[in-house]
């Protein structure tokens, strides 16, 4: 269900283009359609996540589900600009309600193995965007633009099933807060969410300039194109054993010291003089990342009690949609105004302080490998079916 949450968001992006030249939608609409997605996912990770932890997971996670299936048929069946921004904005809400649940899920039925189940999530999410444009690249030519969002709806219809028959570990005792930002008076959360918030600044930059330094390199489309694919590859084939490794490490260990690697193969995409250097960079950069960038939702985990998962992990969610959303358009300007050194070099600067800072806020929690997660109810046939 990640993945396919996932692959709506890449079948979108690859299909943007068709939308102006078919739909005739003139281009700075596009980039509401887009950004109208992430607000809408944004708001409900902070205001409607929480409500998994009240016994209703289940809930949320088949609300979320269908509402993101909702958003993809109205997408496919808008021609105009109004029923895009819609269904954007619907499927957005879905899949901020669904993701937090079910990380929730995850987290709770197997605290022992949180490392490694934060880390296949993530695995999922990265290939399930990833897969959506191998999706539009197929049906589109043959079928029309309708056609991708359609198959990811039916596919998501499917998978529905699994919601009601995975057991659900719940508090006997729900907590009481209505929203989760009284976590933030916990250190370490606030460290977990400002790790987050570097690793989307180092994405937000990435993607908003990867394709035009290149570009502005004389490179390929295809070499522009290779790199985005090699530096997904290895978070979906690693993301697993990175969060294995989190865990074991201590994420408030192991991810700090992935940022400032992060921040260096950033500073250097700002003075490498060729295309092939930055490929080869990025090669290396991409491994790295495949074995850190999980300490992120390990480190939430580990953060937030059992019982408040679900808004933890929404709080994080919504934290690195806020950082990639602004950090893509900052790098734009920067680039516009001194070029590829200055963009890279203030993402790489803003990425050390973040993760020295995260480091610091952990205080002695950054030994930890546990922290508060552990199971609410160690026998799972005994596991509350996420019925309030």
Sequence with gaps: ????????????????DDFRDEYGIEAYWLGLIVGLGFLSAFLAQI?????????RARQ???VGLLLNTAGLLVMAAG????????????????????FPAIRRIVINADPANLGSNVGLLLAADVAGFATGPVVSAILVPAFGIPAPFIVIAALSVVCLPVVFIVPIVEADVPP???????????????????MGSAVF???????????????DLDASEFVANVGISIFALPLIFLGSYGGRLAQRIGPFRWGPFGLVLGAVFMFLYGVLPAAW???TVGTVHAVFDGLTVSSTGVAVGISAPPDRQAGAQGMLGAAETLSGGV??????????????TLAYTVCAVIMVGLAVGAYAMAGEQYRSRTGGTRPIDPDPATAVTGHA
């Design 176 to 194: 009481t807060s209505r929203f989760a930002f009284d976590l933030l008076r916990s250190r370490p959360m606030v460290a977990a969410l400002m």
């Design 79 to 98: 021609e105009t600009l109004i029923p895009l921004l819609a269904g954007r904005f619907v499927s957005g809400i879905g899949i901020g309600m669904a």
């Design 60 to 62: 949320l996670v088949v």
């Design 47 to 55: 205001f409607l996540a929480p409500i998994a932890d009240r016994g």
């Design 201 to 215: 600044l180092m994405i937000g930059t990435f993607d908003a300039l990867w394709v035009i330094v290149l570009d």
């Design 327 to 340: 950090t893509a358009v900052l790098a734009g300007v920067l680039y516009s105004v001194g070029g590829r």
């Design 277 to 279: 250097a930055m490929l």
């Design 1 to 16: 269900m990640t993945g396919l949450l996932a692959s709506g968001y890449g079948v979108m992006f690859t299909v943007l």
